[in-house]
């Protein structure tokens, strides 16, 4: 981070700054633990601690200055700073914080892929620029904030993920970030509890615009059911990504799939590129032709384009391709929605393989949509030429009812170890299998377990 003066934050947060002496800001945190002589610390209250407890001990610990909600009486009146959110502090402070650099900012929403399309974009623009990306999980009304106090002078581009599961959040988000590049991935249905519709959710995604300059290009999937129409008649120039689309900037053509990379050629407006991407899934090839279009925008060469994606690695629990045994496993562990299930048992469809198994456990977060999307994900499997459907957790009976007699063996379990049993006792040589489920099912415990059996 660059150093910001105690008067400058007080005037950022509203504060008479005359208040203040001059002192420097060189960190500013959340957490009590992180707190030094430069800290600027922001009192948050949290589901278990609020953080208001802490401060006489930050202060004591020599922080410069606390950002409060409730004022605390022993305290140095000239380290303190009250406002009336302290969460509203954060994103206001980001924002004053950003708004000191002038470098391309991209920011990036959608359904599913958001992860996955900010590191691909960050291997592309990581080319030329020194590029800051979001870290980990944050891309909240926390995370983005910390991820803005991150930047310093040496960095010349940086791409800022954004969650939201309700509506106004990326509004504040984009309001924060002010991206002079947008990135919509796609449309899907994580969240639908929330936004009552998949048209609330493109709504809820396109808030992504009140942050940008009507100048700024927005980069869509076209492919999307939901996104062309949603862009039309906005201000901002649209880029559209696609496989199948009409009227593309940025096409992937002449696909093909081999066991763990995509090769395909991008059209860029006319222009062809060859890309091997090292990431199966026809999700990943949008993915990058959003990546790639991304760099274009912002002059990097096509060909520093390419080598971007050829470098990309696919990070956490993110579909990872595992050779064990004579067997191969695709860990999908991370995260699961409708959109993201259905991507994944294409992956396995299109894997060289004697067998396809698919082990899927419940989707989080779905509402009263939960059980249709379980339906239709069993269908899908079935579909998708999968041999054996192992469904793991209460939701996940639904995949079994949805696949309908098209699967061969498809079986319901309650408990993980009798799955991984099940599971173990059948595993042939030439066999590919898909763990699939939401983050809370803990699925990599029953791929640990698998693993333990295939070695021993
Ligand atoms: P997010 O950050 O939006 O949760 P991720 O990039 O972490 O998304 O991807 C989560 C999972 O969704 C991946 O493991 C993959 O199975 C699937 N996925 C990634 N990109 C896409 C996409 N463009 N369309 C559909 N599914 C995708």
Redesign the pocket.
């Known amino acids: 981070m660059n150093s910001m003066t105690l008067t400058e934050v007080a005037s950022a947060l509203g504060a008479d700054p005359s208040g203040y002496p001059e002192r420097e800001i060189t960190n500013v945190t959340l957490d009590s633990r992180e707190v030094n002589d430069g800290s600027l610390f922001i009192a948050v209250k949290g589901d278990r601690f609020d953080a208001h407890d802490f401060v006489p001990d930050v202060l004591a610990k020599g922080a410069a200055a606390a950002v409060c909600e409730k004022r605390i009486e022993d305290a140095e009146q000239d380290r303190m700073i009250y406002v009336p959110d302290t969460r509203r502090a954060l994103l206001a402070l980001a924002k004053h914080y950003r708004a000191g650099f002038d470098i391309p900012v991209v920011g990036l929403t959608?359904?599913?892929?958001?992860?996955?399309?900010k590191e691909m974009v960050a291997a592309v623009l990581s080319q030329k620029y020194r590029t800051l990306a979001t870290q980990g999980n944050f891309n909240n009304e926390i995370g983005l904030p910390k991820m803005c106090f991150k930047l310093d002078s040496s960095y010349e581009a940086a791409v800022f993920?954004m969650g939201m599961s309700g509506f106004g959040e990326i509004s504040r988000l984009t309001d924060v970030a002010r991206p002079t590049i947008g990135i919509i991935?796609?449309i899907g249905v994580s969240h639908i509890e929330m936004l009552g519709s998949r048209e609330g959710i493109l709504k809820a995604k396109m808030e992504i615009l009140e942050g940008m300059s009507p100048s700024a290009p927005l980069i869509i999937?076209g492919d999307n059911d939901l996104l062309p129409k949603g862009v039309e008649g906005i201000a901002n120039p649209v880029v559209v990504c696609g496989i199948s689309c009409p009227h593309a900037d940025c096409r992937a053509e002449s696909i093909r799939q081999s066991q763990d990379s995509m090769s395909f050629v991008i059209n860029y407006r006319g222009s062809r590129y060859p890309v091997e991407l090292p990431a199966v899934g026809m999700?990943?090839v949008?993915?990058a032709c959003i990546a790639f279009a991304c760099g274009m925008l912002l002059n990097v060469s096509p060909e520093q384009a390419v080598k971007g994606l050829s470098e990309y690695v696919p990070t956490g629990m993110?579909?990872k391709i595992v050779r064990r045994g004579g067997i191969t496993v695709i860990e999908?562990c991370?995260?699961a929605s409708p959109?993201?299930i259905k991507?994944?048992l294409r992956v396995l469809r299109d894997l060289d393989c004697k067998r396809r198994i698919a082990v899927l456990g419940d989707m989080k977060e779905l509402g009263s949509y939960s059980r249709t999307a379980h339906l239709e994900c069993g269908a899908a499997a079935a579909e998708n030429g999968v041999d054996v459907l192992l469904a793991y957790g209460p939701e996940a009976k639904a995949y079994v009812e949805g696949a309908e007699g098209g699967i061969p063996t498809a079986l319901h379990f309650d408990d993980k170890r009798e799955l991984v049993m099940k599971l173990c006792s059948m595993l042939q040589e030439g066999d590919a299998v898909l763990f699939k489920a939401s983050r809370a099912m803990k699925l990599e415990e029953a791929i640990e377990s698998v693993y333990d059996v295939i070695a021993g």
């Open positions: 959608g359904s599913v892929g958001k992860t996955t399309t993920e991935t796609n999937n999700h990943n949008y993915n993110r579909q999908d991370y995260n959109d993201s991507a994944s």
